[in-house]
């Protein structure tokens, strides 16, 4: 039958044993890690992201003796994902955006649409 063990003079043997079991240990530990890592990164892309900017209340404005109250129409927004991560991506003047794969975004329509022309919105 073969040895489990090495010889009593082999150190290179024991050594070699050694780092067996100790790279056996790192590979556990390394392995529970990239488990947590993709759990949380799953539990990521079920979040929305909201891409609308908060925009200030309108105030009513006193026209001669009457109060006027302005009418908000609501921004036509959708929610997508993209098929591809994108970095520091301009759409509009001065609006800049990162997107990852997979993730969720919750945008203004015309957002949405300048995505999808470029094919980067799963459908």
Not at 4 to 16: A, E, N
Not at 66 to 71: A, D, F, L, Q
Not at 73 to 85: A, C, I, K, P, Y
Request: net charge negative.
């Amino acid at each position: 039958m073969p040895r489990s063990q090495t010889r009593h003079g082999d150190f290179t043997g024991k050594v070699k044993e050694q780092n067996t079991v100790e790279h056996a240990q790192e590979v556990q530990e390394r392995a529970a890690e990239m488990a947590m890592a993709t759990a949380s990164i799953e539990a990521a892309k079920d979040e929305v992201i909201d891409l609308t900017a908060p925009k200030p209340a309108p105030e009513a404005e006193s026209v001669g003796d009457v109060e006027v109250s302005p009418i908000t129409v609501e921004d036509d927004l959708v929610s997508f994902r993209v098929n591809t991560t994108l970095e520091q991506v301009t759409i509009g003047a001065g609006n800049h955006y990162d997107f990852v794969e997979g993730q969720q975004y919750r945008a203004p329509r015309w957002v949405y649409k300048h995505l999808d022309e470029k094919g980067v919105v799963y459908h």
